[in-house]
């Protein structure tokens, strides 16, 4: 958790949205499939103190990185050691963003066999913002935006389905986490129980599973046999 999720907003709705400039130029599509590396919208502050909007591939890469290889592992960063961690612990410090996603995935092995894919997505259709850190990684060609989703214990009925959960910041928390601080570490509370029972927990199709596959399609809710509870969680 997490390893797949949905971001189709367009510029024009997330600048709007997160009050910042559009830095994406012209180059944000709509992914109903994200997949680590992929190239997703990220909300930042700039050099110069404002929101901006930019593209960045999922999976950090600390400027120390010989090469890109290890992007795919590294698209998650726990709460629990985000400020220790070499290779995420400057980011978390001093370049914090917001991940725009309409839903993430998550797959359970149910007692019948096989996985169930579930979309975790607001029930009033709104945008999450996870929490995420960045950094820039020089190379062979030139420099390329990376980045990291927090993920913390997952709370509530998410718990069912897994037992981690992307950090969520509710509106109220987007300024604080862009916010220069000297104390990050108290920024990674969860979000409260209330707010997460906004969350719709949705059973979709195994097309999913193939990142080859996108569309709307993939959110779109599927029946599941009441012999399908969860037994053992899994990623995929």
């Known amino acids: 958790m997490c390893g797949r999720y949905a971001t189709t907003r367009s510029a024009g709705d997330l600048t709007a949205l997160f009050e910042s400039s559009d830095d994406t130029e012209g180059r944000l599509t709509a992914d109903h ?46 709460v629990e050691t985000v400020a220790t961690s070499r290779a995420y612990a400057p980011s978390f410090a001093r370049r914090r963003c917001l991940v725009p996603a309409d839903g993430w995935y998550e797959w359970v092995r149910p007692a019948a066999g096989g996985k169930q894919a579930y979309y975790m997505t607001p029930l009033d259709g709104s945008v999450l913002a996870f929490a995420g850190i960045w950094s820039v990684w020089d190379g062979p060609a030139g420099p390329s935006t990376t980045f990291s989703v927090l993920t913390t214990a997952a709370l509530g009925e998410l718990a069912e389905v897994h037992d981690r959960m992307p950090l969520l910041l509710p509106r109220e928390r987007w300024s604080s986490w862009l916010a220069v601080t000297d104390r990050p570490e108290a920024l990674l509370d969860p979000p409260p129980l209330d707010w997460l029972a906004g969350l719709e927990i949705r059973p979709v199709g195994r097309a999913v599973g193939d990142v080859r596959n996108d569309g709307p399609h993939l959110t779109a809710r599927v029946p599941v046999a009441r012999s399908a509870v969860p037994e053992e969680m899994t990623l995929f």
């Not at 680590?36 to 593209?55: F, I, K, N, Q, Y």
Request: proline share 11%.
């Open 33 to 78: 499939n994200v997949a680590p590396t992929d190239p997703v919208p990220l909300v930042r502050v700039s050099a110069e103190g404002h929101r901006t909007l930019s593209l960045g591939r999922w999976g950090l890469l600390p400027p120390w990185s010989r090469s890109a290889a290890g992007a795919a592992r590294m698209i998650n960063a726990r």
